[in-house]
C-alpha cells in the first residue's frame, strides 16, 4: 500500500503547481485522500481532502479556500492538488493520505486519525 507524491517545487508569489498523489496496490474508491502540510517549527494541518464516491465531496482549509481545488482522476488512481496565487506562507512539505472507508465511523470531514496511509511528501518552496 502506497501513495506517492509529486509536483512540487519552486515558484514566485502569485505563481501555481500542481500536486499529485498517486495510489498503488488499493483503489481510491475505497477512501478518502487528504492533503496535508508540515510547514517547519508547526504542527502538521490539513489542507484539503476528497471523497471519490460519486456525488464527489470535498473538503477546504480555510487558507486553501479560493486558491486550491482537489480533484481526482479514478482511471489513473491519482488525486490532485491544484494551488493557485500561491505565497510565502505556503512554503512546506505537502503529503498526501488515505483514511479508509470501511469500518470508519467519523463524520465529514474525517479526522487527522482516520488517515492510516501517509505518502512521503513533497516541497513546495514560495519566495521571491
Known amino acids: 500500500v502506497q501513495l506517492v507524491e509529486s509536483g512540487g517545487g519552486s515558484v514566485q508569489p502569485g505563481g501555481s503547481l500542481r500536486l499529485s498523489c498517486a495510489a498503488s496496490?488499493?483503489?481510491?474508491?475505497?477512501?478518502?485522500i487528504g492533503w496535508f502540510r508540515q510547514i517547519p517549527g508547526k504542527e502538521r494541518e490539513g489542507v484539503s481532502a476528497?471523497?471519490?464516491?460519486?456525488?464527489?465531496?470535498?473538503h477546504y482549509a480555510d487558507f486553501a479556500k479560493g486558491r486550491f481545488t482537489i480533484s481526482t482522476n479514478t482511471a489513473k488512481n491519482t488525486v490532485f492538488l491544484q494551488m493557485n496565487n500561491l505565497n510565502t506562507d505556503d512554503t512546506a512539505i505537502y503529503y498526501c493520505?488515505?483514511?479508509?472507508?470501511?469500518?470508519?465511523?467519523?463524520?465529514?470531514?474525517?479526522?487527522?486519525?482516520?488517515?492510516?496511509?501517509r505518502g512521503q511528501g513533497t516541497r513546495v518552496t514560495v519566495s521571491s
Open positions: 496496490t488499493f483503489t481510491l474508491d475505497d477512501y478518502v
Open positions: 493520505a488515505a483514511a479508509p472507508l470501511v469500518g470508519s465511523s467519523w463524520s465529514w470531514p474525517p479526522p487527522t486519525s482516520a488517515y492510516v496511509i
Open positions: 476528497i471523497g471519490t464516491g460519486h456525488p464527489y465531496i470535498t
